[in-house]
């Protein structure tokens, strides 16, 4: 995104050229420009500022508010998935050292 956002900015490729490259539509990607170029860093959420580097977070600021919360839940899905996972994981591997001690008795 950053080579994408410098060649508009200094004039090197037009929205069109830019929002080509990167697979949006020409709104979509002027939308992502102005956002981006506010840089309103407060309208990220807390808990993407947590998981992204802070030299990154700029480029969060070019997604609408929207597009960040639909972020955070599939973040949090993803999130609950992955505990669920490990959880289920711990547990086997407890009742498998469990069953192992029992054995040796």
Same mark, same amino acid.
């Given at each position: ?15 069109e050229?830019v ?38 977070? #700029?480029? $969060?600021?070019?997604?609408?508010? @929207? *597009? /960040?919360?639909? &972020?955070? #839940?599939? $973040?949090?899905?993803?999130?609950? @998935? *992955? /505990?669920?996972? &490990? ?9 498998? *050292? ?8």
């Amino acid at each position: 995104m950053k080579i994408a956002i410098d060649c508009v900015a200094k004039g090197y490729a037009t929205h069109e050229q830019v929002a080509e490259f990167v697979g949006l539509s020409t709104e979509n990607w002027k939308q992502y420009y102005e956002n981006f170029q506010e840089g309103n860093l407060d309208r990220i959420p807390k808990v993407l500022k947590t998981l992204v580097p802070a030299r990154d977070l #700029r480029f $969060l600021a070019g997604f609408t508010d @929207e *597009q /960040l919360h639909g &972020l955070v #839940r599939a $973040l949090d899905s993803s999130l609950q @998935e *992955q /505990l669920g996972n &490990l959880l289920w994981r711990a547990f086997s591997v407890w009742e498998y *050292q469990v069953k192992q001690a029992e054995a040796r008795r």
